[in-house]
C-alpha cells in the first residue's frame, strides 16, 4: 500500500481483555515501531522491529504487552488483561531502516489505533 | 525521565506572522532532530529534520535552528498559514543506533485567519 495501515481504527474493550493490535508497513520498509499516546501526553515509544527481530523492547510497559512481526512485514501488538490505563492511541511506524540516518529515512506514521479500555 | 521537553504546550498566532516552536533535549548524544506534524484522527508527518553538525536548515516556510551548546531547537515557520494548525512534535534520534526517536510531548499551534 501506499502508507502504513492500521487496524482496528478504533477499538473498544472491557477491562480484563486481551486485544489485538494490527500493523501493515510501508512495502520494503525493514523497520517498525509501536508508539503510543496517551491523553495529553507525547508519543511514547514501545518497541522496535528490524526485520522479524525486536533488538529493543525496552517500551513495552509491563510483561501484559507483546509484539511479534511475521514475514518482515505484518507486525501484531498484543495487550492482555487490558486495564484503563491502558487506554491510548497506538500508533505505528515504519521506515527504510538505514541505520543511524533517519535524517534520509524518516519514520511514516500510520493513522493509529484508538483504544478504550472501559 | 523526559529527555525531549517541549515546554509550551499551546501557541496561537495570527496568519501571515512567524510561528516559533522550541524544543530543548537534555541527551547530548542525540545527533538528529526532527519535527512531525499531526492533524486529529491522523499520525504524525514528517516535517523536518537537522543534523547535529548543522545549525539550520530550510524548506520552504519552514526553518528549524539547533544550539548544541544549549540544547535546544527551534521550528520557524514564515509566513504562518491556517493550515498549519496542528500539533508539532520535537523529537531526537541517536542514543543507539536502531533509529528509534524520542519525542517531545507536543505544541498546539493555532493559526489564526
Known amino acids: 500500500g501506499a502508507g502504513v495501515s492500521q487496524s482496528p481504527s478504533n477499538k473498544v474493550t472491557e477491562k480484563g481483555k486481551d486485544v489485538e493490535l494490527r500493523c501493515d508497513p510501508i512495502?520494503?520498509?525493514?523497520?517498525l515501531y509501536w508508539y503510543r499516546q496517551s491523553l495529553g501526553q507525547g508519543l511514547e515509544f514501545l518497541i522496535y522491529?528490524?526485520?522479524?527481530?525486536?533488538?529493543?523492547k525496552s517500551g513495552l510497559p509491563s510483561d501484559r504487552f507483546s509484539a511479534e512481526r511475521t514475514g518482515g512485514s505484518v507486525s501484531t501488538l498484543t495487550i492482555q488483561r487490558t486495564q484503563q490505563e491502558d487506554s491510548a492511541v497506538y500508533l505505528c511506524?515504519?521506515?527504510?531502516?538505514?541505520?543511524?540516518?533517519?535524517?534520509?529515512?524518516?519514520?511514516?506514521f500510520g493513522n493509529g489505533t484508538r483504544l478504550t479500555v472501559t | 525521565d523526559q529527555q525531549v521537553k517541549q515546554n509550551s504546550p499551546s501557541l496561537s498566532v495570527q496568519e501571515g506572522r512567524i510561528s516559533i516552536l522550541n524544543c530543548d533535549y537534555t541527551?547530548?548524544?542525540?545527533?538528529?532532530f526532527l519535527w512531525y506534524k499531526k492533524y486529529p484522527a491522523e499520525g504524525p508527518t514528517f516535517l523536518i529534520s537537522?543534523?547535529?553538525?548543522?545549525d539550520k536548515n530550510e524548506d520552504g516556510r519552514f526553518t528549524v535552528f539547533l544550539n548544541k551548546s544549549a540544547k535546544h531547537l527551534s521550528l520557524h515557520i514564515v509566513p504562518s498559514q491556517p493550515g498549519d494548525s496542528a500539533v508539532y512534535f520535537c523529537?531526537?534520534?541517536?542514543?543507539?543506533?536502531?533509529?528509534?526517536?524520542?519525542f517531545g510531548q507536543g505544541t498546539t499551534l493555532q493559526v489564526k485567519p
Open positions: 511506524a515504519s521506515s527504510r531502516g538505514r541505520v543511524r540516518s533517519p535524517y534520509n529515512s524518516p519514520l511514516h
Open positions: 512495502s520494503g520498509h525493514t523497520a
Open positions: 522491529f528490524q526485520g522479524n527481530s525486536a533488538p529493543d
Open positions: 541527551n547530548s548524544m542525540f545527533d538528529y
Open positions: 537537522i543534523s547535529s553538525i548543522k
Open positions: 523529537a531526537a534520534s541517536g542514543s543507539g543506533n536502531t533509529g528509534k526517536l524520542i
